[in-house]
């Protein structure tokens, strides 16, 4: 599989940096990652960060961004008119909030057979988050319908980014999905991994450290999806 490397940066960027984003003032509402990259944080890594992904896109954008207090979940999606792309990025476990998630590890029924992680099918459906999502996208598609959608999470976040990934390329059947998870727990049965893999106009890839424990859980009955 030949994979973008400059998307792959970006996705890794993006999913770091999400850590971090909520603990500093937000993007204004027109305000690209070019001018918000002097205000951001004194924190070298993160600065080194966001230069390099403000670098790439200069004119990006913060188009929503939901930070749920009840379930700690933090979403964004942003805009690049330079790569005519749009990115989805869940934030990774950050506290205890995320590990009970985490651990409602029993299958529960998304459709048909398919079986998916209960935790995270939850964070996912919590207060409408879906259909926020959906909306948003839906908007952002009307206007730039030719532009490929990419979604992407650490940890967590992976594993979010891997059930959206499933529920938003049946929803957007006309738009190009590319799913890249860092560090991916297992999100569903046998049979989520076969739907997940017939999906046309959906790609997933999964990029883990060797013997990281986090992507050899849950263990029974969970399967991997996409290209490792």
């Known amino acids: 599989m030949v994979f973008n490397h400059n ?45 390099s992904i403000a670098e790439n896109s200069p004119d990006g954008r913060v188009i929503y961004y939901l930070n749920h207090a009840l379930s700690d979940m933090q979403v964004g999606i942003t805009m690049s008119h330079t790569h005519k792309r749009i ?16 651990l409602k590890f029993l299958k529960t029924k998304l459709h048909d057979d398919v079986y998916v992680h209960r935790g995270f099918l939850e964070l996912i459906n919590t207060d409408n988050i879906k259909s926020k999502l ?29 059930l959206s990934g499933y529920i938003l390329a049946k929803e957007f059947r006309n738009t190009r999905w590319t799913v890249v998870s860092l560090a991916s727990p297992r999100v569903g049965n046998e049979k989520f991994k076969t739907e997940y893999g017939n999906i046309e106009n959906l790609r997933n890839y999964r990029v883990c450290n060797n013997r990281d424990i986090v992507t050899a859980v849950p263990t029974i009955g969970y399967y991997h999806v996409g290209h490792n």
């Open 7 to 51: 998307v792959l940066e970006t996705a890794i960027g993006l999913s770091l940096y999400s850590y971090e984003y909520g603990n500093y003032e937000l993007l204004e509402e027109d305000e690209t990652l070019e001018e918000f990259k002097n205000k951001a944080s004194n924190d070298k890594h993160y600065t080194e960060l966001l230069n």
């Open 87 to 102: 990115f989805v990025i869940f934030r990774g476990t950050d506290n205890y909030k995320d590990w009970l998630y985490n």
């Open 134 to 162: 959906i909306n948003t996208i839906k908007g952002a598609l009307k206007e730039h319908p030719k532009y490929k959608v990419y979604i992407c999470g650490h940890s967590l976040g992976g594993a979010l980014s891997t």
